[in-house]
């Protein structure tokens, strides 16, 4: 089971609590007479404005009836998870509200499903794509860039690994074909994705330009499931006026869209892609990227790289600077 993110944690308690409060019947102005606190102290737990403590928890769980030792103990963990920080804290300054709150809920996802119409998934890059790719999208001249580019990589660290979450990419044709950086950068990109095809937990589609035009095929986005019953699919949205997490039991009237649409969108694309011929649908466009591929200058080409970042790499990390989009990082995440 994936390690749960403080972030996650608090969010799951606050929805338990709130739930089971509604289950009761009870108002927050009921529950707060009851344990003898003032309404906005209630209101504060409920909305995440404060953390809760185990002993005001232990109390207002017995208030609703929930007295199973084991559950009770869940719960009290939960609490104290909440409290500590997230592996991403050093760079919550960096990205938006709604990715911090992806990254949150990535920790503790058992499976991640993204479509990308146009950049190679963020989870796929390397070092080297993912520079370019932060790089034009927001500006060479804005802060922190090396520093977004590191973090894309711990994320990557911490999901794309044998024991991490199954993880099911899907991209358009002309991800693949398109030149992000120079040929040296795609060699190595495309060498990273035929890998990552090969593993167990990972699946990758390419949807060929055959299929023609198909459903939400501008958007970019991720859905995400978790271990437990109780925990809604998650929808995570990149759109040019802001990024959008969706949950299924936060819908607005009219409604946003629902996380089970896009889920069922997934599932139809999933036809027009077949597993099987995409190892040679990278292979025609490894070719189409090789040392006679039109690129720019490639002065690192060949020098290889150390590690996760730069396996089988044609160019090495470079100085060149990246980061996100002013987004959470942009598209390709």
């Not at 009836?65 to 963990?77: F, Q, S």
């Not at 990715?99 to 890059?125: C, D, H, M, W």
């Not at 023609?212 to 990149?238: H, K, N, T």
Request: proline share 5%; hydrophobic share 40%.
């Amino acid at each position: 089971m994936p390690t749960r993110d403080p972030m996650f944690q608090g969010r799951r308690l606050r929805a338990f609590l709130r739930q089971t409060r509604e289950a009761c019947g009870f108002t927050q102005r009921d529950v707060a007479l009851e344990m003898d606190w003032s309404l906005s102290k209630l209101i504060r737990i409920e909305t995440g404005q404060v953390n809760i403590s185990t002993t005001d928890l232990r109390a207002l769980l017995q208030h609703y009836g929930v007295n199973d030792p084991a559950r009770v103990a869940d719960w009290v963990d939960a609490a104290r998870a909440s409290k500590q920080r997230s592996w991403w804290y050093s760079y919550r300054n960096m990205v938006t509200t709604e990715f911090k709150v992806l990254l949150g809920y990535e920790s503790s996802a058992t499976v991640i499903r993204n479509f990308e119409p146009l950049l190679v998934p963020g989870l796929l890059q390397t070092e080297e794509y993912a520079r370019e790719v932060i790089r034009i999208l927001a500006g060479p001249d804005t802060a922190g860039l090396e520093d977004l580019v590191d973090l894309r990589m711990e994320r990557q660290d911490r999901l794309v690994r044998p024991d991490g979450p199954r993880l099911h990419f899907i991209v358009d044709e002309n991800v693949v074909h398109r030149m992000v950086g120079n040929s040296a950068v795609m060699r190595n990109q495309i060498r990273r994705m035929r890998e990552y095809a090969e593993w167990p937990n990972i699946t990758l589609r390419v949807i060929p330009f055959s299929a023609g035009l198909y459903s939400r095929a501008r958007i970019a986005y991720q859905l995400l499931e978790f271990p437990d019953v109780e925990d809604e699919a998650v929808l995570f949205i990149e759109n040019a006026s802001g990024d959008i997490v969706i949950r299924e039991s936060n819908q607005e009237d009219p409604p946003l869209v629902s996380p089970l649409s896009y889920l069922e969108t997934f599932w139809g694309i999933e036809q027009l892609a077949s597993r099987d011929l995409t190892p040679a649908m990278l292979d025609t466009a490894l070719e189409r990227f090789g040392p006679t591929a039109s690129a720019a200058p490639e002065s690192d080409a060949d020098d290889g790289a150390e590690g996760h970042r730069g396996a089988d790499s044609d160019v090495g990390s470079g100085s060149g600077q990246g980061s996100g989009s002013g987004s959470g990082q942009g598209s390709g995440e």
